[in-house]
């Protein structure tokens, strides 16, 4: 008897303590991915305001002119495109200085709300505007040119399903899951933006965050759908007591937890692995998506691009790399660093490129655009700072190309010319973002065989005999610059990591330009550190 009530006592016990366990852990697991789920959303939200951030700062440049707002906005206004409708209005004036796009809701409110709207908006960075309730469900997001002493306020609307239960699920993050996400804090049914389920508010197990979204929030609400430990888990508490029943005796009951607790913690080791593996790849996927995919090269031109992230995978990086067309005659070429990693990082990354191609079509030098790369960091008031170099391209002559380039807190390029001297080209510039910069331009001309080499700092400091020196990068250019630029880049990936064989703590960015080539683009995203999976790119 002393052994069955020994047993059951047993049993009961860890029959129990393995309920809590599943609980403790489908709690945990949940979290984790409402965290991932909300840090995606972040990154939505900044991707939402980068391009009205641009619109505002061009604004000021311009003094509103209205074909230069349309022109900026145009790539995102239209079906199926980020917003229905945009419009420029400058403070204290109820009428838009310039429309594209369907007609925006809240001029029917009347000129109330539009005042209402100007006002928010420069007091705060971001304002969110509710029209949730109209005939159309809407959302409208204004931002204005500069925080203080505003002149024009960016103001756009996005239309939202008529039906917001509407059941939306991508693989990741919200695999396994149920969703509702509300405008604000509270679960309100008047002001819920999307759900993957009809029957709200979500009940039984649930975990959510809240999201800073402009001047108000977003309330994200997660429930999983089935167990996210798996099955065994989620029966075990019932198996244990149906074994301590069926074979009484303590010693028997013990053995047998002992190996499933063993089975358990495995279980759990491999969820974890997968889960930081899950993690991994959403920061890859979201630093592609800072990374120009298609870089358009000059005729005559060939272009390789090298990105190298940091030792760790799961932060975002703030090195950028840009090559597009400008206009007919001229090509615009950036490379550019932001200082620090994460979603802060990644937002602002995201505006200097937005800025500096919009910039880069309205201004006759790049020192111009590096101004308007500064202007926008210092309305969007960031803790950072940003380095960058930006040259316009055109063709000069039957063979050469003239190079105008600016540097704002930018390392020199290097020029090999084609009889293998090295030099550096471009004058220090000021850091962009922090006191009013001082820059100039500085103008090249490219011969055909000459070979341009622009980089980022993550090549060149680093602490002590850890970083390549501009002096070993020009003598590795006169010794090897010869061969093909695919080639010589990855001859200066293999100096670095000479240099630091165990990964970086800082992101590195290269761009080769060879003048006279086969006009072809290749591309390599690569990590830092051995073991890590490559972030492939190919050739165009």
Not at 56 to 61: L, Q
Not at 110 to 123: H, I, R, Y
Not at 391 to 415: K, M, N
Not at 471 to 477: H, I, K, N, P, Y
Request: hydrophobic share 40%; with cysteine.
């Amino acid at each position: 008897m002393t052994i069955v009530i020994v047993g059951l006592v047993v049993t009961l016990g860890l029959a129990v303590g393995s309920r809590s366990l599943f609980d403790q852990a489908e709690n945990r697991l949940l979290q984790q991915r409402v965290n991932e789920a909300s840090a995606t959303l972040q990154i939505t939200v900044s991707q939402v305001k980068a391009p009205l951030d641009a619109a505002a700062a061009m604004a000021t440049t311009n003094d509103g002119d209205p074909d230069a707002f349309v022109k900026i906005m145009t790539p995102y206004v239209g079906t199926g495109k980020t917003y229905a409708g945009a419009a420029l209005f400058r403070i204290g004036t109820p009428a838009p200085v310039a429309q594209t796009g369907i007609s925006i809701s809240l001029a029917s409110d009347g000129d109330k709300a539009v005042t209402e709207m100007l006002t928010s908006a420069t007091s705060q960075p971001f304002v969110i505007v509710d029209l949730l309730k109209g005939d159309q469900r809407r959302l409208g997001y204004a931002v204005a040119d500069a925080v203080s002493a505003s002149n024009y306020v960016v103001y756009a609307e996005r239309t939202l399903s008529a039906d917001p239960r509407i059941r939306r699920r991508t693989e990741e993050p919200f695999a396994q899951l149920d969703y509702a996400i509300y405008l604000g804090d509270k679960p309100v049914n008047d002001e819920l933006l999307a759900a993957s389920i009809r029957n709200l508010p979500i009940t039984g197990r649930t975990a959510e965050q809240t999201i800073g979204f402009g001047n108000t929030k977003l309330l994200l609400v997660m429930t999983p759908i089935g167990d996210l430990s798996g099955a065994l888990f989620a029966n075990l508490w019932w198996l244990v007591a149906v074994g301590g029943v069926l074979f009484t005796g303590a010693l028997a009951v013990l053995t047998r937890r002992l190996l499933d607790g063993r089975d358990t913690a495995l279980r759990l080791a491999g969820e974890n692995e997968r889960l930081y593996d899950e993690q991994r790849h959403i920061a890859e996927t979201l630093q592609l998506g800072l990374l120009p995919q298609h870089l358009e090269a000059p005729e005559r031109v060939s272009v390789a691009a090298r990105y190298w992230p940091a030792g760790s995978a799961s932060l975002i990086g703030g090195d950028f790399y840009d090559l597009f067309a400008v206009d007919e005659h001229r090509w615009g070429l950036a490379i550019g660093d932001v200082c620090g990693k994460g979603l802060e990082a990644a937002a602002l990354t995201g505006l200097a490129r937005h800025t500096l191609r919009a910039a880069s079509r309205h201004s006759t030098s790049p020192v111009e655009v590096l101004q308007a790369v500064h202007q926008a960091l210092r309305d969007h008031q960031p803790p950072t700072f940003c380095t960058a170099c930006f040259a316009y391209i055109h063709p000069s002559g039957d063979e050469f190309y003239r190079v105008e380039l600016a540097l704002g807190g930018h390392p020199q390029p290097l020029l090999r010319h084609r009889d293998g001297t090295v030099e550096s080209v471009g004058t220090l510039g000021m850091l962009l973002g922090m006191i009013e910069p001082t820059l100039s331009t500085t103008v090249i001309d490219l011969a055909p065989g000459d070979t341009f080499v622009l980089f980022t700092d993550g090549l060149t400091d680093a602490p002590a005999d850890e970083a390549v020196s501009v002096d070993e990068l020009a003598d590795l250019l006169n010794v090897q610059g010869g061969q093909s630029i695919e080639d010589l880049a990855d001859s200066i990936r293999a100096l670095k990591r000479a240099r630091r064989p165990h990964g970086s703590g800082d992101d590195t960015a290269l761009l080769i330009l060879r003048i006279d080539g086969s006009g072809t683009f290749s591309e390599t995203r690569e990590p830092e550190s051995a073991g890590q999976p490559a972030i492939s790119g190919g050739s165009r």
